[in-house]
């Protein structure tokens, strides 16, 4: 499944040029951009197993670093500290990765 088929590729576009510039991608404002946020808990959960790019069931800090690009393949890849901070405001129980229903409260708060 394609993000295209849940997101809009204008909205996905415009979410994608917001943070061109190296450490300007925050997470809360590109799912605003993208249209995330105004989506169902299952859309959302959807989307979750697209960036879970292993099928673990989590995304760890190596996924993260290329989210950008899980949505655009030309996009850039996040910065060390964009990917962390990304981590931190997401990984309520401190293990180290998001799992899905973290994901859907970061994305749905």
Do not use: Y
């Amino acid at each position: 499944m394609a993000l295209s088929s849940i997101l809009s590729a204008d909205a996905i576009d415009s979410a994608i040029k917001d943070c061109q510039a190296p450490d300007s991608f925050t997470p809360r404002k590109f799912f605003q951009l993208c249209g995330l946020t105004k989506k169902s808990a299952m859309d959302v959960k959807k989307v979750f197993g697209i960036l879970d790019n292993d099928a673990s069931g989590f995304i760890e800090e190596n996924e993260l670093k290329f989210f950008l690009q899980r949505f655009c393949p030309g996009a850039r890849v996040l910065t060390d500290t964009e990917t962390k901070d990304f981590l931190c405001a997401a990984d309520d129980d401190s293990d180290g990765r998001i799992g899905a229903e973290e994901f859907q409260a970061m994305v749905l708060s």
